[in-house]
């Protein structure tokens, strides 16, 4: 892979040899272009407008001969691509039926979610359904804001600016195609294929690879691919990348074919009046554009030197960035670079090419599900420069910036190029300073503390104030309760130290493994020797490492634990330990479940030996263990066997319901609601029943 | 004056006499290895554990019995190889994978496994000579192999034992139907259908040396499952 492969923006070679030519091409605009010519006799003017002519012609194929692959490309994969394996035969293409798009399309109205993006002159917004949409393509729902309302008020979108929207009213747009073309493309076809006025570039196809070239208009009609190998096996893409390719946009080539028309009009004018009427009727902005290409064709020539001087990968980025930047208002898409994978070898491609739409357009609310909480970001468009406001829309930093990022309400990214700056914001004194040796945010731990990671990828912790909380000699450090969680590692292996918010070190002796949840403030420690304890949220070693395992209670992992036991006969018992490592039962069970409706199925080892109970969230014993077989409780009530006889029984353990029929012979399922259409409850012997055993009819 | 540069001298050669083995600064010389190894220093740079490096290692515990005990190890392995790293030697043999287990505290080694799959025919018949020479007379083991055509050479010194596991080597050197005691002694003709086998080898031959002391040598011989290079012994 070469250089220029790898630059974000690729300039083909170019031709822009007439540009040198000594004509009026060096002329500023309209009107000096004309009074230049005024002086000249008829012979010369025809002499003066052959040599345009020629020039213009030059300018027009260097124009189009500039190309520029962006970077943004979509693409994606399915499977390994690899050939030689079983083909997955694709199915027909087919368009989606309009019965199943116009009813998701209306549920719109019932939930559209929007992201504010702060900028001057104007906020921009992102919207988005808020459920998954199964037909529709959401990105292509088109929005147009009508109205904003903002504390109560009603605000046109440009009166917006930095003030944080509560609501939009939009207007909501959807085109789907309804009818389309198959365009067949051979292995056979060499360098393009015609599809009405459109020629669509065949770079290769190549084994199970293809890569297409397509004019802008044709892409955006494109809806699908999919090919057949030698035997007319159909074949989805397992890979597929659609790059922009873009050029001096088409447009301004338009408007450089139209000068040249008018010149030639001019020549074959029989009289020098006449020439310089018809030179009169080209629009003033056709000179602009003229002048605008040539100034761009000639920044091309001085990035090839600098490319062909191996100018440092980074310098040449900039460079083209500030290309992109000067000649934006030429630069437009021109085609789109499609590649395509399958799993076998390609006999023919078929692109499916929509030729009718349909389309919806819909009135509705959307509501900025973002709160304003604190500091934000802002973009000033007009200098594409960043900068930061507080929670009242006032700014704090004005947009000096290139492109920041937001990671906690003081540290902020900057990205130049490449690099990314860390910045601290002064608060007080209302400036960014910045994070010194490189130091870049991995995470916010809360509002105050903040993860980093040095240059040699060790994290640490630092407060909103800089002070450095935890040293960067970790791998990675979490918060559980006020215990700042800090895994290391020495030649490969894992150790855990721990701090407090303070920043203290806690010494809880070696640690090989520190257990954490989400939403549980205590740790269970594992030291060197695998033994088990508990460091509570405060940092304190509530149960000393003495258990040969713990492990939380699955739903109810912040007070409970189970602990472990191996008994002289080699079979494991539990227990159940509070967080203070307090033995709420006795390692004398033999089995128990998780927490459900505030209760935990047991089976005890004692006598009566291996028969199932229940405890309360506190552990506690709260149904002795008397059940031959005992289920978790639903709404209120759980499955159970005793003497031979389903049953249901309430949290005091109480039989509230007798199922008929014993249980010898008896077939049972729990029903799970998430999948079974009838929701909660249990089938038995082919019935099904609620969780408080009413029979359902089928 | 004269005197300074000869301390200078002399200090620069003892210095470099006395260079410390380094992961992947320099080879592991398993000639005369004698387990007095820094554990500490030879695997001083972090960053080969962390993915900051070209050099890739892992560790991790492994746990067997011992006299009774369950006892846990700490076993290192190679995960990013290449011929260009040579890892560790011997004699002219350069092996670019190299694992080690040692004690629970993480100090004494215990085991080096030093592994190749380049090595030519010609390096394996020197690098057995050499084995036959410094230690001696040598067996075959023939159960517990897991390929057929896996060949495993013992050879037993002062103070440690030395396993050479030649793989795939084409040809099974004991006939399935042999009822041959376990270990077989490594004589003439075993050692002329392993070097017949390896000559007749067309891609490089997997080799890995193992240098173990007897009491992990114990350990593995009583073990039920292995990972890693262990596999191999």
Known sequence: MTLRRLLPVLLLPLYIGACSGKNAQATAGKAEYINSLKDLSHKELQQRLKSEIAFMNALRDSARGVTLYLSFSISGSSGNGESGVKIDTAARFQLPAATAIVPEFASLKSGIIAEQRYALPQSGFEFSPDRRMEVIESDEISYRIDKVYTGGRELQPQQLKLQRADSLFLQASYRYPTAYDTLVIRKSDKDSVRYGNFSIGISAITGNEATLELPVAFNQQLIGY??????????????????????VASGVIAEIDAFREALKQALEQTSKEAALAEIGKIPEHAFTSRNRVQELLKSVQEIDKQEEADLPFKQLVQVIRQFKERYKDLLGPREQNLELKFQGDIDRIYLFVATRYDSFSQGLMAVNAYQQKGNNIFEDKTTGKYGIIDAASNIIIPARYNRLDKHDELYFTERVDTNEITWYLNSKEKKLEQIADGKKVSKQLDKDLVVFSDKAAYEGVLRNN????????????????????????????????????????????????????????????????????????????STQPRYERIEFITDYITTLAVYFETQGNGNTVYGIIDAEGKAIT?????????????????????????????????????????????????????????????????????????????????EVSVLDPKTDPHGAGYEINGKLYTPKGELIKK | MQKIFLLFFVSLAFSSCSQQPQYGKNPLLLDQFNFKLDVGSFYKDESIFRGKSDFSVSASEISYAYKDHQTTFIQYATRSMSQDRILAKYGAMNFESLGMVTDSADEKVLLVSAGTDYATAAQVEELLKKLQKAYGQATLSTTSSVHLEQVRIRFQAEGKVIKLTLDDIGTQIVDSEEQAPDPLPFGAKYEAKVVDAIRKKKDGIHVMLFVVTPMFDEVLQEARSFTGDLTRY
């Not at chain 1, 999919?226 to 050029?247: D, E, R």
């Not at chain 1, 292996?493 to 010494?507: L, V």
Request: aromatic share 8%.
């Open chain 1, 226 to 247: 999919q090919a057949s190998n030698a035997q007319g096996v159909l074949m989805k893409p397992t890979s597929y990348s659609s790059m922009p390719i873009t050029g």
């Open chain 1, 466 to 541: 800089k002070e450095e909380v935890v040293p960067f000699k970790y791998d990675n450090i979490t918060l559980a309760g006020d215990v700042l969680v800090a895994e290391g590692s020495k030649r490969g292996r894992s150790f855990y130290e721990f701090y407090t918010t303070a920043g203290k070190k806690i010494d809880a002796g070696p640690v090989k493994k520190a257990i954490t949840e989400r939403g549980c403030n205590n740790i269970i420690l594992v030291t060197p020797g695998n033994k088990y304890g508990i460091m509570n949220g405060k940092g304190q070693v």
């Open chain 1, 586 to 666: 006795p390692a004398n069970l033999d089995y128990i479940g998780d927490l459900k409706e505030d209760m935990i199925v047991f089976r005890s080892t004692g006598s009566p030996e291996k028969r199932y109970g229940y405890l309360n969230s506190k552990g506690q014993v709260q149904v002795p263990p008397r059940f031959d077989r005992a289920g978790d409780f639903i709404q209120g009530q759980a499955l159970v066997s005793l003497n031979n006889r389903l049953c249901l029984v309430d949290k005091k353990g109480n039989t509230v319901f007798t199922f008929p029929g014993d249980v010898a012979n008896a």
